[in-house]
C-alpha cells in the first residue's frame, strides 16, 4: 500500500498515512490529465479580441466622390476595407473558448495528477496546524522548515483560519480549498503542500 509521510510544523516526520491503492496505484494516464489541463486553459481564455466591420465603422455615409470621370476606381464609402480607416474583413469577434468535459474525466485528471505529484515526491502532508498567526514572517518560518522550494500550492483545509490572512504575500505561494482544486491547479505548480484532512477530502473526491 502506498504511503506518504506526515510532518509537522516544524518539519519532522510524525507519522505514516496510508493511501488507497485504488487511487495511487499504477501508471499515470498523461492523456487524461492532458484532456483537462486544455479544457481549463481553454476556459481560462477572455476571448475579447474585435474589430470591427464596414456597417460599424463610423461615418462614411457619403459618396467620397463621382462615379466617373476622376480616372480613380469606383467608390462608393469611405469605410470599405480596401481604405485606411475603414473596416476589417473577416476580423476577429468575441468569441467563448470554453467547453466542457464529463465528470468522470475531471475526477480521473485529479487523480492522475495526484498520483503524478507522489510519484515526483511532491506531496507533502502536513499535520492541521492549530496555531493562530499574526505575521507573515511567522507562517514563512514555517514554510520554511518543510524545506519546500519552488512555485507552491497549499490546500490547507483543517487548519486555523489566520493562516489564509499571513499567506497572502507570500512569492510563489497560493492557497485554495479542497472542493476548489482541480487537476490543472496542482499540475502548474511544483509543490503540493496539503493538510491530512485535505489530502482526504482530496481523495474522496476522486474516488466517488
Known sequence: MAQVAVIDKN????SKMDLPEDVFAGHVNTDIIHQAVV????????GNASTKVRSEVSGGGKKPYRQKGTGRARAGSSRSPLWVGGGVTFGPL????????????KRAALRESLKVKLKDETLHCVEDIKDSLTKTK?????LK???IK????AVLDGCDESI???SK????????RSEDVNAYDIIRNKNLLITKTGLQKLIDRVMK
Do not use: H, W
Open 11 to 14: 518539519g519532522s516526520e510524525k
Open 39 to 46: 479544457k481549463y486553459q481553454a476556459c481560462l481564455r477572455q
Open 94 to 105: 468575441p468569441k467563448d473558448y470554453s467547453y466542457t468535459i464529463p465528470k468522470k474525466i
Open 138 to 142: 511567522e507562517f514563512a518560518k514555517v
Open 145 to 147: 522548515a518543510f524545506n
Open 150 to 153: 519552488g512555485r507552491t500550492l
Open 164 to 166: 489564509n490572512r499571513v
Open 169 to 176: 504575500n507570500l512569492p510563489y505561494f497560493s492557497l485554495m
